[in-house]
């Protein structure tokens, strides 16, 4: 919570038009379309697709319409606000987390195990 003039605000709390973005925006991205050619066949512009994933431009009904049909996603789906994620684009916390996360400790441990003599063998 912050305060401006002496009266505290509420926390930034998403608006349904970011929320709506960044669905459509992780959408895009898990189709490997680019935001060009996803631009065109939802009927818009590319800058006015950026400034909707951004949350700075609202989502007309008939746009969520036709980006729920074009990702094959329920309209509700779009309205659903995700848990932040990773630069894979995963959700961070996930069960997935926890096995990427042990992947790369084995890997570490290999390597320090294999570069002690070039055989994992200490000396």
């Keep these: 919570m912050s305060v401006m003039n002496g009266l505290a605000s509420a926390p930034d709390v ?3 038009d970011s929320i709506i973005g960044r669905n ?3 959408l895009i991205w898990r189709s490997r379309e680019r935001k ?3 631009a065109a066949g939802l009927g818009m512009s590319p ?3 950026s400034q909707k994933l951004a949350g700075q431009r609202p989502w007309s009904a008939a746009e969520i319409q036709r980006a729920a049909a074009r990702f094959r996603v329920s309209i509700d789906t779009l309205f659903t606000q995700l848990p932040d994620l990773d630069s ?6 996930s069960p997935l987390h926890e096995i990427i996360h042990l992947d790369e400790l084995r890997q570490k441990k290999a390597a320090v195990h294999t570069s002690k003599d070039g055989n994992g063998q200490v000396g």
């Design 14 to 16: 998403p608006t349904v």
């Design 47 to 49: 800058q006015s697709l």
């Design 88 to 93: 894979n684009q995963e959700p961070i916390g």
């Design 36 to 38: 060009a050619a996803a």
């Design 24 to 26: 459509i925006d992780f």
